[in-house]
T-cell receptor, first 116, second 115 residues
Framework: GAVVSQHPSRVICKSGTSVKIECRSL??????MFWYRQFPKQSLMLMAT?????????EQGVEKDKFLINHASLTLSTLTVTSAHPEDSSFYIC????????????FGDGTRLSIL | GESVGLHLPTLSVQEGDNSIINCAYS??????FIWYKQESGKGPQFIID?????DKRQGQRVTVLLNKTVKHLSLQIAATQPGDSAVYFC??????????????FGTGTLLAVQP
């Protein structure tokens, strides 16, 4: 089945650091990938749609300069949290797939980001 | 509209019983629905999906029912096992406009299976 790999699984860093998270589709090509944020005991909130070879589409309220997205190939999207602060601490999850008609997206195992 | 984060409702069942998890979706134009299972510290895992031209779909130990009249989706798990303990999310996808195929997630239900 379709596999999405996300790395790293956990990051702990100081305030002001920029953190890059990678999302890879391992056995299929993905023109679009999605980045979500999830707080404890809450649902997934879509942050942005990553588009291969073009700019990402951000959801309302998500700062594009804060959360930089690059989708340079059909198997890799990266999310960079720039100058991270404690309020950016969260669980970030990517997904890919479902581009051909009604098929499910598949998710990575998430990145737990903790900013001290 | 987008799902808003809320504290998770919890369904507690005894091992071996059947579980029914409900979801109310928001967009009457949505044409595809998915149930995901999320274990602690992991990403959501696909369980089963259903298209809007169907009312019911069965998988292994799971059944999804779709009632478009009241915009309601349910997931039935037969003979619930401790390994079924997780948070379950429904997700909907509207008719494609342009190139987007983004999902809208429900608030989620925590299923707690008692041995």
């Amino acid at each position: 089945g379709a596999v999405v790999s996300q790395h790293p699984s956990r990051v702990i860093c100081k305030s002001g650091t920029s953190v890059k998270i990678e999302c890879r589709s391992l056995d299929f090509q993905a023109t679009t990938m999605f980045w979500y944020r999830q707080f404890p005991k809450q649902s997934l909130m879509l942050m942005a749609t990553s588009n291969e070879g073009s700019k990402a589409t951000y959801e309302q309220g998500v700062e594009k300069d804060k959360f930089l997205i690059n989708h340079a190939s059909l198997t890799l999207s990266t999310l960079t949290v720039t100058s991270a602060h404690p309020e950016d601490s969260s669980f970030y999850i990517c997904s890919a797939g479902g581009e051909r008609g009604n098929q499910p997206q598949h998710f990575g195992d998430g990145t737990r980001l903790s900013i001290l | 509209g987008e799902s808003v984060g809320l504290h998770l409702p919890t369904l507690s069942v005894q091992e071996g019983d059947n579980s029914i998890i409900n979801c109310a979706y928001s967009n009457s134009a949505s044409d595809y629905f998915i149930w995901y299972k999320q274990e602690s510290g992991k990403g959501p895992q696909f369980i089963i999906d259903i298209r809007s031209n169907m009312d019911k779909r069965q998988g292994q130990r799971v059944t999804v029912l779709l009632n478009k009249t009241v915009k309601h989706l349910s997931l039935q798990i037969a003979a619930t096992q401790p390994g079924d303990s997780a948070v379950y999310f429904c997700a909907e996808k509207g008719p494609r406009r342009g190139a987007t195929n983004k999902l809208i997630f429900g608030t989620g239900t925590l299923l707690a299976v008692q041995p």
